[in-house]
């Protein structure tokens, strides 16, 4: 097939079009395919608020429990303007996938509220939190659905969810939500944890390549939650971050971005890492942000959002191996041209699963009232990334499947064969 073949898919299309695929693959009897593409549950729900100046205002969030059937729904809650009904849908399937593939007893979910946050005040925020929480509290809990930080949440906004519910239930429920501050519950490693599995994955695809990080060199998209801490951990094992971008543009250096004298600059009050005087600019605002993707380097890292690397991206991508720290960073265009390039794709589902499997950790030290230091949740992450690795590498290899349709096929083959095993209701 060639790329001109492929039509523009959405975000939604491209995830219903990759389990879908798994599913011929696997050749799933019985109309099973319908059961695991369809969400169990999708809940919108109006929320109106108060804004700092006495008016009403109201927005619309969504719910998506996806897959609940090897445990309780678990995904983040994005706050963004472009976030929609069909986005979270999406994103919640792709919840689904990554728990299976990291092998944890959980379901797949995602949540999502359109606004930009960055237009709010922090009173408000609050207030939009707390009214979507109890709008969707009957359908939360620590055995159904626990969501987490995701685009444009953090570990302040669990803690408003953890107390909005909590009020509600009458009791502390630290365990209906990850991602919490350390003071009520959260887990220490879990703000790195997503980058820091992202930059596990890069080691061990490079380490099956007889390679390692060292000397290697990185363009990272996304200096937030994801990007920094990928950016931090990898140079500590010896990569070189040439290229970083953001909303504000792109920077590089080929001999390695000076990544403390960045941080201390976001510390002074830059907005973006164009202004860090840092670097050099090659591109600037958000157009410019995907000039990353050009640069001359070994590896690429998309850490920002959806649909990042299209075709344009992809034609101009140097590097050999790229690494999701997103979710959904390629489109379905793009993974062709990775294939005809032999560019390498380590898929979102497994490369960032760092994060949600913090989460389970949290969530079992919130289960047994245990609290773990930082170096044991550290190597417990890696430890199961570490093993979902050898088992989606097996798989791939044994299968002789591109590394995106391996992963979905082991993830919905996961899926299908608890489907199975519990049988049909009634
Ligand atoms: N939002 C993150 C993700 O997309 C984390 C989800 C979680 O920890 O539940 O994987």
């Known amino acids: 097939m060639t790329t001109a073949s492929y039509k523009n898919y959405s975000a939604l299309e491209a995830a219903e079009l990759r389990v879908r695929e798994a599913g011929e693959w696997l050749k ?17 729900v109006a929320i109106p608020f108060r804004r700092d100046d006495g008016s009403r205002d109201q927005l619309t969030g969504w719910r998506v429990h996806h897959n609940t059937t090897r445990g309780p729904a678990k995904g983040g809650i994005r706050y963004h303007h472009e976030v929609n009904r069909e986005e979270v849908i999406a994103l919640a399937m792709g919840m689904s996938l990554k728990t299976a593939i990291a092998n944890l007893p959980l379901g797949g979910a995602k949540g999502g509220v359109c606004f930009n946050p960055k237009d709010y005040s922090i009173g408000e925020i609050e207030r939009i ?47 209906v939500v990850t991602g919490k501050p350390i003071e009520l519950g959260g887990s220490l490693g879990r703000e790195s944890a997503t980058g820091r599995g992202v930059v596990e994955a890069a080691a061990l695809m490079l380490g099956k390549m007889g390679a390692s990080l060292q000397g290697k060199k990185i363009a990272i998209q996304g200096y937030g939650q994801v990007g920094s801490w990928a950016a ?40 973006s890492v164009c202004d860090t005087g840092v670097g ?79 989460s389970y950790l949290e969530q079992c030290q919130n289960f047994a009232h245990l609290t773990w230091d930082e170096d044991e949740v550290n190597a417990r992450v890696i430890d199961l990334m570490r093993a979902a690795f050898e088992r989606f590498y097996a798989f791939a290899q044994e299968s002789k499947l591109p590394n995106r349709l391996a992963a979905s096929v082991l993830g919905v083959k996961t899926i299908a064969d608890a489907h199975r095993m519990r049988g049909l209701h009634p």
């Not at 799933?28 to 919108?44: F, M």
């Not at 040439?242 to 907005?271: N, Q």
């Not at 140097?318 to 041209?337: R, S």
């Open 28 to 44: 799933l009897e019985d109309g099973l395919i319908e059961t695991i593409v369809a969400p169990r549950r999708i809940i919108e």
């Open 129 to 175: 939190t707390r009214r979507y929480v109890s709008e969707i509290s009957s359908f939360l809990g620590p055995d159904k659905d626990v969501p987490a930080p995701d685009v444009g949440t953090n570990s302040q906004i669990m803690a408003w969810i953890m107390d909005q519910y909590s009020t509600g239930v009458g009791h502390a429920t630290p365990g």
């Open 232 to 271: 931090r951990l990898a140079a500590a094992r010896g990569a070189l971050i040439v290229g970083l971008s953001d909303v504000g543009g792109t920077i590089h250096s080929a001999a390695g971005l000076d990544l403390v004298a960045i941080d201390k600059a976001f510390r002074e009050g830059a907005r």
């Open 280 to 358: 050099d600019v090659v591109a600037r605002g958000v157009a410019g942000s995907t000039a990353v993707f050009a640069l001359d380097c070994d590896i690429v890292m998309p850490c920002a959002l959806g649909d990042a690397v299209g075709e344009e991206e992809a034609n101009n991508m140097k590097a050999k191996l790229v690494v999701e720290g997103a979710n959904g960073p390629l489109t379905p265009t793009a993974d062709l041209i990775m294939a005809e390039k032999g560019i390498i794709v380590i898929p979102d589902v497994y490369a960032n699963a760092g994060g949600v499997t913090c």
